[in-house]
């Protein structure tokens, strides 16, 4: 046996811990199934995992000083980014999901954005100051009087020269500032419409997050419900498996039929296949999460299993359920926001229709040079009032468009209701039907486990044939993953309802 080890391990010598135990473990296989043969067959699966622990105890004891080196060596060889890999559950998932999440950072900044718009619409109602100079350069008779008297520089010889006055410069440095009197209401209804543009972005924020949870939830839950069903594959393969070479050396003795053992074969495939499915279910989930959470691909982490002890439930009647979510569901209350604003939008439109009345006054002085003088600044101040007539039946066309943006925004508005309650609905349903499953499968499995514990004995005794354990434990593993996908889909169910009636804002 200890040259059969040295050969597996690759080494004369003794060999070193980790590859002696991979030895070890192919080789109790081979020991142990020509040892015991037929009649301490069905002690292996028991007999071999003792006689495996106590052998490598021995064999690790036995092992130089040197030893201890090699595994602190190999220790220390491992990845930095496995000793720094962060471990999520449900709970810091969630947390971690609403600080990092881009889209729930997206909704975040359109309300910042929201705010913004509403400082526009309210500068309207300040005063706008703004300073120019100007410069003007003529032998326009009309211009260059005018530059005279506004330079006080008119006296009794202006008059002879006023035909031809020759070229004159004018240097006009001026502040002027101006403030909106009325608008026919269109700041007040702008005004208004920026204050209900943020309660619509809060709201968006607040579905984004109903969402967000749900979707964490939801794929979290997926990925324990791969794990547990890749346990349940490798539990089969490990039984199929054991059961497949008893039966192959029954054959070898003559005691069994070779279709026993190609049946077996092919039951191995199904659940090598299985477990193939559930691993890529777990990655699929895992990087779902990942990008729930905002994780590159290159960060490695790991989820950590939440308590699932609360059982699902309906705790309220489907009515009572669409009531609550028509009052509590933030896209309800964004749809209806947005209603209001363009109502206030139409009201702008309509508001063209009224005069408009602005005042103004402009500080400034005229002068030949460059520079200020305070002999020869100049004051005005003013009142404009000003109405459209016709403008070639733009504002007409624009309430048009309005009028047509408020029934778009009733019917979306209709539309909003309407998804939410079929989404209420299918996710009660989706709740009440995976509840029921839940209690069948519960039920479907005590049986199959109850069955397959019978037809052990059986087998034992000779009294049952392969093909019966085969499909004994067929059935238990059908029935344990049926058990598990009702179990999560409940879950998820209940993860889904509720978040149509808006349980997460």
């Known amino acids: 046996m200890t040259n059969k080890l040295r050969l597996l391990s690759g080494h004369y010598y003794l060999p070193s811990p980790i590859a002696a135990r991979f030895a070890l473990h192919c080789y109790l296989d081979q020991i142990i199934a ?73 909704a975040v900044e359109r309300i910042s954005q929201a705010e913004a718009h509403l400082g526009i619409a309210l500068s309207a109602f300040y005063p706008q100051v703004s300073a120019r100079a100007s410069y003007l350069h003529s ?31 004018d240097f006009r440095p001026e502040i002027v500032g101006r403030l909106s009197l009325f608008r026919g209401g269109q700041d007040y209804q702008n005004t208004k419409a920026a204050e209900l543009g943020i309660d619509a972005a809060e709201f968006e924020r607040s579905s984004v997050h109903n969402a967000l949870i749900e979707a964490v939830t939801s794929s979290y839950y997926a990925y324990l419900a791969s794990l547990e069903a890749q346990k349940v594959a490798q539990d089969s393969i490990y039984a199929i498996t054991s059961e497949l070479n008893q039966t192959r050396l029954r054959y070898e003795a003559g005691t069994v039929l070779k279709s026993d053992v190609l049946s077996l074969e092919v039951k191995l495939a199904e659940a090598q296949n299985a477990e193939i499915s559930a691993a890529n279910g777990i990655e699929i989930s895992k990087t779902s999460i990942a990008n729930l959470l905002g994780l590159p691909n290159s960060q490695i982490f790991t989820i950590a299993s939440s308590s699932l002890s609360t059982k699902p439930e309906l705790t309220a009647p489907l009515s009572e359920l669409i009531e609550l979510a028509m009052t509590e569901r933030p896209e309800v209350k964004a749809a209806a926001k947005q209603v209001e604003i363009s ?60 009028q047509r943006k ?38 479907s499995v005590r049986a199959a486990e109850e069955a397959l514990r019978l037809v052990n004995e059986e087998r034992r005794a000779g009294m049952a044939t392969v093909t019966r354990y085969i499909e004994s434990e067929v059935a238990k593993n059908k029935a344990q993953s049926n058990s598990i996908a009702a179990r999560y889909d ?16």
């Open 34 to 106: 020509a040892t015991f043969r037929e009649s301490y067959m069905n002690l292996y699966p028991t007999i071999k995992k003792p006689v495996f622990i106590l052998l490598s105890i021995l064999l690790l004891s036995n092992q130089p000083a040197g030893a201890d080196n090699v595994l602190r060596h190999a220790a220390d060889k491992t990845p930095p980014e496995q000793a720094i890999a962060q471990s999520f559950t449900l709970e810091q998932a969630i947390d971690y999901a609403l600080a990092n999440n881009p889209d729930l950072q997206i």
């Open 139 to 169: 032998n326009n008779p009309a211009q260059v009087f005018s530059m005279i008297v506004a330079q006080r520089d008119f006296d009794a010889s202006s008059i002879q020269n006023i035909n031809t006055p020759g070229f004159r410069q």
């Open 343 to 402: 109502m206030r939008r139409l009201k702008v439109e309509q508001g063209a229709y009224l005069p408009r009345a602005d005042a103004f006054v402009s500080y400034g002085q005229n002068s030949q040079v460059p520079g200020f003088s305070g002999q020869k600044d100049n004051v005005t101040v003013g009142v404009a009032v000003e109405l459209n007539l016709f403008s070639g039946f733009n504002t007409q066309q624009n309430i048009s468009a309005a």
């Open 406 to 443: 408020v029934a778009e925004v009733r019917e979306t508005e209709r539309k909003t209701k309407l998804a939410i309650e079929q989404e209420v609905k299918i996710a009660f349903l989706n709740l009440e039907e995976a509840l029921a499953r839940l209690r069948v499968t519960e039920a």
């Open 490 to 505: 409940a879950l998820s169910a209940e993860t889904a309802l509720k978040k149509a009636i808006g349980g997460w804002k």
